[in-house]
């Protein structure tokens, strides 16, 4: 059984980088699939940050590529996030996923990440 | 990129009543639609996919429909466990993953 799970900073000042991992567990990372990042935040719906594909090669949102870094650690079978300079508009839970041919079939049960003050 | 448009945003229902849910590419997608429910506090789950596929263990009251830029969601028979939101997906030109905005069904 494929299993995903977030964990992430809980509370982040402003200006601070947002950093989050996925542990995988179930299924190697470097075996297929694409693994990948979706926020939501407080009653809005779901904005897909980035995804990277199990060779390496990473897909980002172009409306947040300048602070988006999703990576693989191939020998811990996980895969993280870091988006730099947080304001309080990056407030939101965060999901881990995967993904194939454009179908999530796996999340994470999420983290939430605060920004404030 | 592939903008896609829900509606309604929320609907009100009782149990028992068969419920549709709409939505709309702003191109052609093919079949290339996925349909995900989400309730308060968890992640979405996937429920169909390729436009009328259901996802193993996904009850057979749901069924998903069209092809191209409409498509729609339908519960013939409306359970309490079935109140959720609901969003659409289109997987036609991937990555981006985009979403509608979602549909909210509430009692």
């Known amino acids: 059984q494929v299993q995903l799970q977030e964990s992430g900073p809980g509370l982040l000042r402003p200006s601070e980088t947002l950093s989050a991992t996925c542990v995988v567990s179930?299924?190697?990372?470097?075996?297929?699939?694409?693994w990948g990042w979706i926020r939501q935040s407080p009653g809005k719906g779901l904005e897909w940050l980035g995804s990277?594909?199990?060779?390496?090669?990473?897909f980002l949102n172009p409306s947040l590529k300048s602070r988006v870094t999703i990576s693989l650690e191939t020998s811990k079978n996980q895969f993280s996030l870091d988006l730099s300079s947080v304001t309080a508009a990056d407030t939101a839970v965060y999901y881990c996923?995967?993904?194939?041919?454009?179908?999530?079939?796996?999340w994470g049960p999420g983290t939430l990440v605060t920004v404030s003050s | 990129d592939i903008q896609m448009t829900q509606s309604p945003s929320s609907l009100s229902a009782f149990v028992g009543d068969r419920v549709t849910i709409t939505c709309r590419a702003s191109q052609g997608i093919s079949f290339y639609l996925n349909w995900y429910q989400q309730k308060p506090g968890k992640a979405p789950k996937l429920l169909i996919y390729?436009?009328?596929t259901l996802q193993d263990g996904v009850p057979s009251r749901f069924t998903g429909s069209g092809a191209g830029t409409d498509f729609s969601l339908t519960i013939s028979s409306l359970q309490p466990e079935d109140f959720a939101t609901y969003y659409c997906q289109q997987s036609y030109n991937t990555p981006p993953l985009t979403f509608g905005g979602g549909t909210k069904v509430e009692i």
């Open positions: 179930g299924y190697s990372i470097t075996s297929g699939y694409y």
């Open positions: 390729a436009a009328s």
């Open positions: 996923l995967r993904h194939q041919a454009g179908v999530i079939d796996y």
């Open positions: 990277i594909y199990y060779d390496g090669n990473d």
